[in-house]
Nanobody, 123 residues
Framework: QVQLVESGGGLAQPGGSLRLSCAAS????????MAWYRQVPGKEREMVAR???????NYADSVKGRFTISRDNAKNTVTLQMNSLKPEDTAVYYC?????????????????WGQGSQVTVSS
């Protein structure tokens, strides 16, 4: 099994900053990519940022220029630095990993999710 443990959520003022971190552990053979998604009640979960093992990144248009995703492949961690926060950034943020697990001779590629971290941007 794989666990994704998130940390760093909380409350920030508009224009402020927060940093989210996520660490993957378990029977991991290889991680192809890690990403951050967010969701608010009544809306679909959306991708915020994604980074491949090789370092290629993708960002939602709404966060380009404000958020930065990075990773440490050796530690199986991913970080989202959020600057210039806006009230519309308020959401539950979920860590995601596209990876391969192995048990003996069995290899399986699938997505795994963190528990979710509340980010609130308000005065």
């Amino acid at each position: 099994q794989v666990q994704l443990v998130e940390s760093g959520g909380g409350l920030a003022q508009p224009g402020g900053s927060l940093r989210l971190s996520c660490a993957a552990s378990g029977s991991i053979f290889s991680i192809y990519a890690m990403a951050w998604y967010r969701q608010v009640p009544g809306k679909e979960r959306e991708m915020v940022a994604r980074i491949s093992r090789g370092g290629s990144t993708n960002y939602a248009d709404s966060v380009k220029g404000r958020f930065t995703i990075s990773r440490d492949n050796a530690k199986n961690t991913v970080t989202l630095q959020m600057n210039s926060l806006k009230p519309e950034d308020t959401a539950v943020y979920y860590c995601n990993a596209d990876l391969v697990t192995t048990v003996q001779a069995t290899y399986l590629r699938s997505d795994y999710w963190g528990q979710g971290s509340q980010v609130t941007v308000s005065s």
